[in-house]
């Protein structure tokens, strides 16, 4: 990969972002699985969507994004976004999963 001084026009750049945006979506997807498990561990729904670990979570990425120079209301936003889209999944899985051992 090149640093962002050493491209040398606009298609070095969107090469770069590119080859960023596909690690994101790549550590997004692989999130996505540790949340997707983690719903056979808590014991009902409410565990599920844990509020004060959601603040806890979201303000130490906020920290996080001071320590790299970024913003910390974008990492905040794009965060809260994540963990409610993650949440309402893993609610559905937790459903999912309780309904069908309450029919066994």
Sequence with gaps: MKRPEECKNMIDIRTEIDIIDKQIVEL???????????????KDKT??????????????????ALEYGISPK?????YRQMIDYFVDEEIKRWEIENTTKDES
Excluded: N, P, W
């Excluded at 997004?28 to 808590?42: L, T």
């Excluded at 974008?74 to 794009?78: A, D, E, P, R």
């Design 28 to 42: 997004i997807s692989q999130r996505a699985k540790y949340v997707d498990c983690a719903a056979k561990f808590k």
């Design 47 to 64: 565990a599920v969507r844990d509020e004060k670990r959601v603040e806890a979570v979201i303000e130490s990425k906020k920290a996080l």
């Design 74 to 78: 974008l990492i905040g936003g794009i």
